[in-house]
């Protein structure tokens, strides 16, 4: 399989708003971006052959919208406080 790049430019708060949320998820940058534009993350590069079913998939994906929503509730909540 070979490798692609795909290069996009944020700004320095939004790329340390989004690192943060992937440091959150115990996840890496490149993964967390990953499964927010419904891609496969990759996992760490030795994690050799591991095998998720549909279902374990769409478990992660729920929890990670989840996620989301909480968190973006609980900083728009910060921002109405400040």
């Not at 399989?1 to 320095?12: H, L, Y």
């Not at 959150?24 to 996992?43: A, N, P, T």
């Not at 050799?48 to 374990?56: I, Q, R």
């Amino acid at each position: 399989m070979t490798s692609e790049t795909i290069t996009f430019r944020v700004d320095a708060a939004e790329r340390a708003e989004i690192a943060a949320r992937a440091e959150r998820e115990k996840i890496s940058l490149s993964d967390y971006i990953r499964v927010r534009l419904g891609l496969r993350g990759q996992g760490p590069p030795d994690a050799g052959s591991v095998v998720v079913t549909a279902a374990e998939d769409a478990d992660v994906r729920a929890q990670l919208a989840e996620h989301g929503r909480r968190l973006d509730a609980l900083e728009a909540e910060r921002a109405a406080e400040q």
